[in-house]
């Protein structure tokens, strides 16, 4: 069964950054498999490496932003109650179970939260409908009929979203999955922390992601107000004591 985030953590406002406009786009297309190889310039990757770069993304009043020790959304201070719903991407790739994504935004408007954290990642085959099931390929589908059907949902209901890359446990991959595409014997997770070719893997894909064009929005994710922060990993921890 897979742990339920106890709290959000280490989330990256890489939305309220941005990347700067001009990189590249992800391809898209909605069977098959994309190749994400290559992808990921260097103008990117110093952003990923927390690196300085200059980002031409104004500050959108429909984007939440933050203001000193503050979050501000259209110039007034943005306080939320939210919910932690890590399993939509799984139930929007499932056409039986779709609608019940619809539906957790619904009850979420009706409730009054404003904001849903949930996972962008499934890696490996080792649970239903990856979204990255071999390194470096992304399933075109669970893009288009999962995670952009997640997004456009949000964006429908006026739900902000925390969209989570990875997970310290080996639920739906994670990094434990990062590390045993790197070593045919399997590794530790402490890997994850200090082999900067596994890290370079994990950056490729949190571009791809950042990068993509929502199929149904017309909106490159990382320019989607929609979207509040980037949560770098689920609960990471460190494994060594």
């Not at 408007?109 to 962008?120: E, F, H, K, S």
């Not at 997770?189 to 900067?196: E, I, K, P, R, S």
Request: with cysteine.
């Amino acid at each position: 069964m897979a742990r339920m985030a106890r709290r959000v953590t280490t989330c990256a406002l890489l939305a309220i950054l941005g990347l700067a406009h001009g990189q590249r786009q992800l391809q898209q297309a909605t069977s098959g498999t994309i190749n994400i190889a290559g992808i990921n310039d260097d103008l990117g990757r110093s952003y990923l490496s927390g690196q300085q770069a200059t980002s031409s993304v104004s500050t959108n009043t429909s984007f939440v932003v933050r203001n000193g020790s503050e979050l501000q959304l259209s110039d007034r201070v943005f306080k939320f109650t939210g919910a932690n719903c890590y399993y939509l991407l799984q139930k929007a790739s499932d056409n039986s179970t779709r609608s019940l994504v619809t539906d957790a935004f619904q009850e979420a408007q009706t409730l009054g939260l404003t904001v849903i954290r949930t996972w962008a990642f499934n890696d490996g085959t080792n649970d239903s409908f990856p979204l990255q099931p071999q390194a470096g390929q992304l399933d075109a589908s669970v893009l288009s009929d999962g995670l952009d059907f997640i997004v456009s949902q949000a964006r429908a209901y006026g739900i902000k979203l925390i969209l989570t890359l990875t997970n310290y446990y080996p639920d739906y991959g994670g990094m434990q999955q990062y590390v045993s595409w790197a070593n045919s014997t399997g590794g530790v997770v402490q890997q994850f922390y200090t082999d900067t070719s596994i890290q370079a893997r994990y950056k490729d894909y949190a571009t791809a992601i950042i990068l993509r064009k929502n199929s149904l929005t017309g909106l490159v994710y990382r320019d989607d107000p929609t979207i509040l922060a980037w949560d770098i990993a689920n609960e990471p921890s460190k494994p060594w004591g």
